[in-house]
């Protein structure tokens, strides 16, 4: 059995039940990377101090965030249809390039508010260090 990767994720935007399910996915993905990525910049980064509370902190933030997105699911259906639809995927959507955006600091590809988020310069100097070792 041949499983073609298009197909399958195209049955995921068949109708707007699974492109809700679909885009909030891709929130939750999206949500894990940006924290792994600040909670690696604080723990591994020199520059940076590490503080579990305020990584509890963002995790809390995160999940508060992703409840009010599930909420307003069954708010969507209270205006009418188009509209209601509409509105959703404006917030999903924003919600999830506002994560990416905040992925994209970490890496130094985007401006954001993190002034001081150095973790491309921390993965570079791994690397750069690694590589002085092998030869």
């Known amino acids: 059995m041949q499983l073609d990767m298009f197909s399958w994720l195209q049955a995921w ?40 509370s305020k990584a ?11 409840i009010l997105l599930v909420f307003f699911i069954p708010v969507s259906l209270l ?16 919600y999830l390039l506002s994560e990416i955006n ?6 130094k590809m985007s401006d954001d508010d993190k002034s001081v988020d150095k973790f491309a310069d921390f993965i570079q100097k791994i690397f750069s260090s690694n590589k002085g070792e092998g030869n």
Do not use: Q
């Open 79 to 94: 205006v009418p249809y188009p509209i209601g639809i509409g509105a959703l995927y404006v917030l999903f959507l924003g």
């Open 56 to 66: 509890i902190y963002g995790i809390a933030r995160k999940l508060v965030l992703f």
């Open 102 to 107: 905040s992925i994209l600091s970490h890496l």
């Open 13 to 52: 935007l068949e109708n707007d039940n699974s492109k809700v399910v679909y885009l909030l996915a891709l929130i939750l993905i999206a949500n894990i990377i940006d924290f792994l990525l600040g909670w690696l910049n604080a723990k591994f980064n020199s520059k940076v101090k590490f503080s579990s």
